[in-house]
């Protein structure tokens, strides 16, 4: 987990709360050499999980907000939400770390929504940031269709044209994995070789946790991966060190 740190930018504030930040912080950024590197595809929204969120362009387009979002809640934001760790006045979401009550955010965003009369400060200027950025919208229907999965605990329905099919998939492989067992083990092996992340195939086999238990021929599926000459950071990172 990367060094818990006070934020105050509103732009920062502003990715942990529309997306909830439940996935792309989750990774160290690993930089020493493997023994053996594999070719890794770069998908659209592949430097979510690479890059620092705060300079990241393409996240504050509202169609890729809206992608990102729908993708989200056909895998589930339910499955989710407990990568946020809240106390009384303060949350946490891996490693970045909000003084402020969780709820009350959400709740005070969704109520003071084009409605500068009501807003303090803090919550003027990130809706104007918002505006500024043409996305505002799209923000507000993030959050308050994810307040309504903290309120009734139930899916949202999606539109499955807007779906990436390529993020929910490794979304399953990362976040559901209550059944795991060696014959879905090797599925999402061959999951990942498909989209053609082969140094995340090869941290399945070799450097992820929740996959060591199980009999897998490694060195025989090893074998299908296209090696690198260069290294290439991996989608599904290395989580035993």
Not at 155 to 169: A, Q
Not at 185 to 211: C, I, M, V, W
């Amino acid at each position: 987990m990367t060094k818990i740190r006070q934020i105050i930018s509103n732009v920062v504030v502003f990715l942990v709360i529309c997306l909830i930040l439940f996935i792309f912080s989750q990774r160290s950024k690993k930089t020493e050499k493997h023994q053996q590197d594999y070719i890794e595809n770069k998908t659209s929204f592949f430097n979510l999980n690479n890059s620092d969120w705060t300079k990241n362009a393409w996240i504050r387009k509202p169609a890729n907000l809206k992608m990102v979002h729908e993708s989200f809640k056909k895998f589930d934001y339910g499955k989710l939400e407990n990568l946020i760790f809240k106390s009384d006045n303060e949350f946490l979401i891996q490693g970045i770390y909000i003084k402020r009550n969780f709820e009350n955010v959400i709740d005070s965003l969704l109520l003071t929504y084009n409605k500068p009369e009501i807003q303090t400060k803090y919550y003027a200027e990130f809706w104007n940031r918002r505006k500024a950025e043409k996305n505002d919208s799209i923000v507000y229907e993030i959050i308050r269709e994810f307040n309504s999965v903290k309120s009734d605990k139930k899916r949202l329905d999606y539109e499955n044209e807007l779906v990436n099919d390529t993020l929910v998939e490794l979304l399953k492989i990362e976040f559901d994995n209550d059944n795991l067992n060696s014959e879905k083990a090797k599925t999402d092996f061959y999951t990942l070789k498909k989209y053609g992340l082969h140094q995340s195939a090869y941290n399945l086999l070799y450097e992820r946790a929740e996959y060591s238990e199980f009999d897998l021929d490694r060195e025989e599926l090893k074998k299908e991966l296209i090696k690198s000459t260069e290294f290439n950071r991996a989608w599904l990172i290395d989580n035993e060190k």
